[in-house]
């Protein structure tokens, strides 16, 4: 048995569920990470959380939403009524991604699952033709997929490592946005996951903290520009959360076991604790005012 400390939940009246507060080591070579091997597995759904119809019928892009906060994401959206498009990375042609969409399903909804390289532009022009194909309109994108790598010396940071970073973390935002917006209409919003990082810098992870920064200013640039259109853009920046990036980033296992223990909380953030702010971004009724914002978890 792993040493878990457990926090529980019920004392806020939710119901009873046992949170982690530090995890057993270990590592996967492979990103962007599989969820479904991780021990303990994230928690991506809320059974507390129930839908009163916030999204009905909008159509969402979320990638990187086979896993971590894409698919607590995909989890709470489909709950409020979106059908959803689901784009990852992973060569595998089941695995997190099909049972996400399991999961969307379970919950009535449908989900298109499409599979490749987000860092490249004409695969993001393609999920967004397969989208308008499949559903004939776009309401909602969020730009969720990163990768990341620990670069505690710069000077042995490889130009690969970097120009993965930078194409994953801020480059496909960029494409998604720039293919998606242009069918996009009035009421219609687009979010992107930021970090704690890009505000409080590791500096062992200086090339994604620095990627995290670009997310902010192309978040508030882009939102100036298609506040005319009626197109809302906004930023959630979470703390440490227990996702297949950190056993996929982090090479010192032991960094794993102490994951967000400098986080106000005390603890890494498990997904399904910030998904919630994913749904009140897109909807208009909760926040159909707010754009050029970045929600952040301490």
Request: proline share 5%; aromatic share 12%; hydrophobic share 35%.
């Amino acid at each position: 048995m792993y040493p878990y400390n457990f926090y529980n939940n019920s004392v806020f009246g939710l119901y009873r569920m046992n949170i982690p507060y530090t995890f057993p080591p270990q590592h996967q070579d492979k990103k962007p990470g599989i969820e479904s091997i991780m021990i303990p597995k994230p928690i991506s759904d809320d059974p507390s959380y129930i839908g009163s119809g916030k999204l009905n019928n909008k159509i969402a892009i979320i990638t990187g939403g086979d896993s971590g906060i894409g698919r607590a994401v995909s989890i709470a959206y489909a709950k409020e009524g979106a059908d959803l498009t689901i784009v990852y990375l992973s060569e595998r042609e089941d695995g997190d991604a099909q049972e996400t969409k399991n999961i969307v399903e379970k919950y009535g909804r449908k989900a298109l699952l499409i599979r490749g390289d987000l860092s490249k532009e004409d695969f993001c022009k393609k999920v967004v033709d397969e989208t308008m194909k499949t559903y004939g309109k776009i309401d909602i994108l969020v730009n969720n997929c990163a990768t990341a790598y620990l670069d505690p010396d710069i000077t042995k940071l490889s130009n690969n490592e970097l120009l993965d970073i930078f194409g994953t973390n801020v480059f496909s935002y960029f494409y998604m946005a720039s293919h998606a917006v242009k069918h996009m209409k009035s009421g219609s919003s687009i979010i992107n996951t930021c970090s704690i990082l890009a505000f409080e810098p590791f500096e062992k992870l200086i090339a994604y903290s620095a990627s995290k920064g670009a997310v902010v200013s192309f978040t508030k640039s882009l939102a100036k520009q298609l506040a005319p259109k009626g197109i809302r853009v906004n930023a959630v920046a979470p703390t440490y959360t227990w996702t297949p990036l950190i056993p996929s980033t982090y090479s010192n296992e032991e960094d794993v076991v102490s994951l967000g223990k400098y986080a106000t909380m005390g603890r890494a953030a498990q997904p399904f604790e910030i998904s919630p702010t994913f749904v009140f971004l897109a909807s208009n009724v909760c926040a159909g005012y707010l754009t050029g914002e970045v929600i952040m978890f301490n």
